[in-house]
């Protein structure tokens, strides 16, 4: 059997403050609901100035949503948040070297940035298409 290497101490430190910002934005999001006008949650700053939906357009409200278990509005704002969220462990374990079980091939394809960059571009341009068949990619 063979011995597992320690993390690097930098590593160790990087997951604590991401497990640190996860756990606020959590607590966040369980007090204050961002589909409410008092909120004291930032809107987005995109869609203010150019009317666009940006990539992101909807993501507090669909975490918020799925926080309190309503994955049909979470997927109403933001589908592609709710599809990346469902990979965000498998990518963890991966930078953490803690490989998942999961093909190389695959592993490859979820770390790859340009995959990611690809994404976000595509979504963020269907999701303001005037074409009914993409109005379900738009918030709300």
């Given at each position: 059997?063979?011995a597992?290497?320690?993390?690097?101490?930098?590593?160790?430190?990087a997951?604590?403050v991401?497990?640190?910002?996860?756990v606020?934005?959590?607590?966040?999001?369980?007090?204050?609901?961002?589909?409410?006008?008092?909120?004291?949650?930032?809107?987005?700053?995109?869609?203010?100035?150019?009317?666009?939906?940006?990539?992101g357009c909807?993501?507090t409200?669909?975490?918020?949503?799925?926080?309190?278990?309503?994955l049909?509005?979470?997927?109403?704002?933001n589908p592609?948040?709710?599809?990346?969220?469902?990979t965000?462990?498998?990518?963890?374990w991966?930078?953490?070297k803690l490989?998942?079980?999961?093909p190389?091939?695959?592993?490859?394809?979820?770390?790859?940035?340009?995959?990611?960059?690809?994404?976000?571009?595509?979504?963020?341009?269907?999701?303001?298409?005037?074409?009914s068949?993409?109005?379900w990619?738009?918030?709300?």
């Amino acid at each position: 059997m063979l011995a597992r290497r320690p993390l690097p101490a930098s590593r160790v430190a990087a997951a604590l403050v991401l497990g640190a910002a996860v756990v606020a934005g959590v607590a966040l999001l369980l007090v204050f609901d961002p589909n409410a006008g008092d909120n004291p949650l930032p809107r987005c700053v995109f869609q203010m100035v150019t009317g666009l939906y940006c990539p992101g357009c909807g993501m507090t409200r669909a975490l918020h949503a799925l926080l309190h278990g309503d994955l049909a509005t979470a997927w109403a704002m933001n589908p592609l948040v709710v599809l990346m969220l469902a990979t965000a462990p498998l990518m963890a374990w991966h930078q953490l070297k803690l490989q998942p079980a999961l093909p190389a091939r695959m592993s490859r394809l979820l770390m790859d940035g340009k995959l990611w960059i690809a994404s976000l571009i595509l979504f963020g341009v269907l999701r303001n298409l005037p074409w009914s068949g993409f109005a379900w990619m738009a918030p709300g």
